[in-house]
């Protein structure tokens, strides 16, 4: 089993920023891809951003590209979201997942998924 916490959500102004935190522990944690997804009131979740085990290679939804940036500190289990410029389409619950093979953009494919974490962005 492999437990995921969140953390670092809150309320920031539009163009602020925010550094998400997902702490990991349970399985070696190092050998699994780690995402972010996240999901809107009314909508569906959607796929932000996935690294691979090492951490050598990132994948980003078109959306959040340029903004966001994923990273991991495997000796720290823990994985990192930092969202720069945000703007209020960004306004989520935000999760973090483990997928034991491949760094996905399908949420399907995911093992672990911990509770989330709210991030507002107000104008």
């Known amino acids: 089993q492999v437990q995921l916490v969140e953390s670092g959500g809150g309320l920031v102004q539009v163009g602020g920023s925010l550094r998400l935190s997902c702490a990991a522990s349970g399985r070696i944690v190092s050998s699994y891809a780690m995402g972010w997804f996240r999901q809107a009131p009314g909508k569906e979740r959607e796929f932000v951003a996935a690294v691979s085990f090492s951490g050598g290679r990132t994948y980003y939804a078109d959306s959040v590209k340029g903004r966001f940036t994923i990273s991991r500190d495997n000796a720290k289990n823990t994985v990192y979201l930092q969202m720069n410029s945000l703007k209020p389409e960004d306004t989520a619950v935000y999760y973090c997942?483990?997928?034991?093979?491949?760094?996905?953009?399908?949420?399907?494919?995911?093992?672990?998924w911990g509770q989330g974490t709210q991030v507002t962005v107000s104008s």
């Open positions: 997942a483990a997928n034991y093979y491949i760094a996905s953009r399908s949420g399907s494919e995911y093992d672990y």
